[in-house]
Every structure is written in C-alpha cells, then in structure tokens.
C-alpha cells in the first residue's frame, strides 16, 4: 500500500512557477510508476504527466508540454512536478497517483490505484 501526500500549491501569477511535491509512504515507491492529474471546478480529473518506475519513460498531455517537468527521486520517495509560464487555464486541484505497474501506458485515472488528497493551484490573470 502506497500513502502519497501532495505539497507545493499556492497562487501564483500567470507567466510564474510553481513546484509541486508528491511524498509517498512504502518500501516499493521505486518500482511504481507515478502521475499527476488535475481537476477544475465543473470538470473531470485530467491527466497531466507520467513516469515510469525509473524515470526513463514520461508523458505529457499536450496542454503542459514544453511548460510542465515531471521527475522523481526514488531515494527520497518524491515525485515532482515543475510548472513553468502558468495559465490561468492550469488553475486546478492537482493530485499525484501511483501504480503498482513499473509504467503506465494510458491516460485515465483508473489507470492509476492510488491517490493523493490534492494540492491547489490558483493562475491569476
């Protein structure tokens, strides 16, 4: 069973960045591939990035893509999340997931088994 606790959110004006954290409980952290999804108000949870248990293989949705970094450190049990040049259309409650599997290959939050409780992140104009 993996716990993963979300850090890292604020509000932030647009064209600023933000870093978030992804703490995770459990010995088997570095075999998990992880996520980061995100939810507006009046939307479904959308899928942002992903990292295979390695770091070797990421995604992108292509909203994020040359903006967003994802990375992990399998030794402190964290995943990142660095948001670079924010849009007010980023604002969101992100939440960080884990698989068991070593890496996702989809895009749907039931891809994912574990969740976080949220951080949020507030873009102003």
């Known amino acids: 069973q993996v716990q993963l606790v979300e850090s890292g959110g604020g509000l932030v004006q647009a064209g600023g960045s933000l870093r978030l954290s992804c703490a995770a409980s459990g010995r088997t952290f570095s075999s998990y591939a992880m996520g980061w999804f995100r939810q507006a108000p009046g939307k479904e949870r959308e899928f942002v990035a992903t990292i295979n248990w390695s770091g070797g293989n990421i995604r992108y949705a292509d909203p994020v893509k040359g903006r967003f970094t994802i990375s992990r450190d399998n030794a402190k049990n964290t995943v990142y999340l660095q948001m670079n040049s924010l849009k007010p259309e980023d604002t969101a409650v992100y939440y960080c997931?884990?698989?068991?599997?070593?890496?996702?290959?989809?895009?749907?939050?039931?891809?994912?088994?574990?969740w976080g409780q949220g951080t949020q992140v507030t873009v102003s104009s």
């Open positions: 997931a884990a698989d068991p599997r070593p890496v996702v290959f989809g895009s749907s939050s039931r891809d994912f088994n574990h």
